[in-house]
Nanobody
């Protein structure tokens, strides 16, 4: 099964920034919508942001809108999540998932797959 590879996490202070990357080394998601999810410790995986196959149709979870930006570069088979003004409540393992659809507005984990190992984001106060 093809799995995506997430990277770019780390430890930053509140108010700081990070940029996460999601790479598809087998070039399988250039025609698919992709979404970022996160799993805070002890909680379920939750939707963060999604993007259509061509970079359009971007949508966000309310608490990150205005702070996070999802984008993609299909020539590099990569989807990004730029995270600014990070807060302690953003601490989680972040994952990217691939939709079977080219365009999606879903916020359901079950509508995405090919999950990687995730990347840890920790925000100190």
């Amino acid at each position: 099964q093809v799995r995506l590879v997430e990277s770019g996490g780390g430890l930053v202070q509140a108010g700081g920034s990070l940029r996460l990357s999601c790479v598809d080394s087998r070039r399988t998601f250039t025609n698919n919508a992709v979404a970022w999810f996160r799993r805070p410790q002890g909680k379920e995986r939750e939707f963060v942001a999604g993007i259509g196959w061509n970079g359009g149709n971007r949508y966000y979870e309310a608490s990150v809108e205005g702070r996070f930006t999802i984008s993609r570069d299909n020539t590099r088979n990569t989807v990004y999540l730029q995270m600014n003004n990070l807060q302690p409540e953003d601490t989680a393992v972040y994952y990217c998932g691939k939709s079977r659809r080219a365009i999606s507005s879903s916020r359901l984990e079950s509508d995405f797959g090919s999950w990687g190992q995730g990347t840890q984001v920790t925000i100190s106060s």
